[in-house]
């Protein structure tokens, strides 16, 4: 069983900083892409930022020079970086990580979500 553990979310004043991190554990053969989503109260879950296998990464307009994917294949984990935090950030944060199992089949899994709440 592949599970995601998700940590770092919390309150912080605008123009703040936090990281957030997602450790995959349990049996797989490999960690292809990894992505962070938010979603907002009201309205649906939005991708914010994606990594692939080979390290490509890609991110949503509005958060494009503030926020930083990286992964650490070694741990199996997902990071967040947020820099410049807005109000407008405020959401629950989900991992995504898309996982080629044991089986050689291609499976995808969600962390628990994490909220990030960005007020003075």
């Known amino acids: 069983q592949v599970q995601l553990v998700e940590s770092g979310g919390g309150l912080v004043q605008p123009g703040g900083s936090l990281r957030l991190s997602c450790a995959a554990s349990?049996?797989?053969?490999?960690?292809?892409?990894m992505r962070w989503y938010r979603r907002v109260p009201g309205k649906e879950r939005a991708l914010v930022a994606t990594?692939?296998?080979?390290?490509?990464?890609n991110y949503v307009d509005s958060v494009k020079g503030r926020f930083t994917i990286y992964r650490n294949n070694a741990k199996n984990t997902v990071y967040l970086q947020m820099n410049s935090l807005e109000p407008e950030d405020t959401a629950v944060y989900y991992c995504?990580?898309?996982?080629?199992?044991?089986?050689?089949?291609?499976?995808?899994?969600w962390g628990q979500g994490t909220q990030v709440t960005v007020s003075s």
């Open positions: 995504n990580v898309d996982l080629t199992t044991t089986a050689m089949r291609a499976r995808s899994y």
């Open positions: 349990g049996m797989f053969f490999t960690i292809n892409a």
């Open positions: 990594i692939t296998g080979g390290g490509s990464t």
